[in-house]
């Protein structure tokens, strides 16, 4: 069963950028990887999706135009560009296939300062 290891994650202040990194025990090629997070007292909500394709991607209102999603299928790992940081991003970060059916990983904690 694949499992996923998210880094990358650290404290930044707001304005700020970061770039999270998953990586998978496994393949990851023929299915859709989704990037999560989980913010203090909040249910985990899926933020941005993308495709085996590697060319197309859905984004949640809250970071569209902010955050970029992207993966490497030869290296089993997708990636998270984060700009423009607000700290209601301030939240453990992690990744998994769509509909969360693997197992979930450690996350990586962002924090983002006023």
């Known amino acids: 069963q694949v499992q996923f290891v998210e880094s990358g994650g650290g404290l930044v202040q707001t304005g700020g950028s970061l770039r999270l990194s998953c990586v998978a025990s496994g393949s990851i090629s023929t299915q859709t990887v989704v990037w999560h997070r989980r913010a203090p007292g909040k249910e985990r909500e899926g933020i941005a999706s993308?495709?085996?394709?590697?060319?197309?991607?859905f984004y949640h209102p809250s970071v569209k135009g902010r955050f970029i999603i992207s993966r490497d299928n030869g290296k089993n790992t997708a990636y998270l560009e984060m700009r423009s940081l607000q700290p209601e991003d301030t939240a453990v970060y992690y990744c998994n296939f769509v509909g969360g059916i693997a197992p979930w990983g450690p996350g990586t904690q962002v924090t983002v300062s006023s």
């Open positions: 993308i495709m085996t394709n590697n060319a197309t991607s």
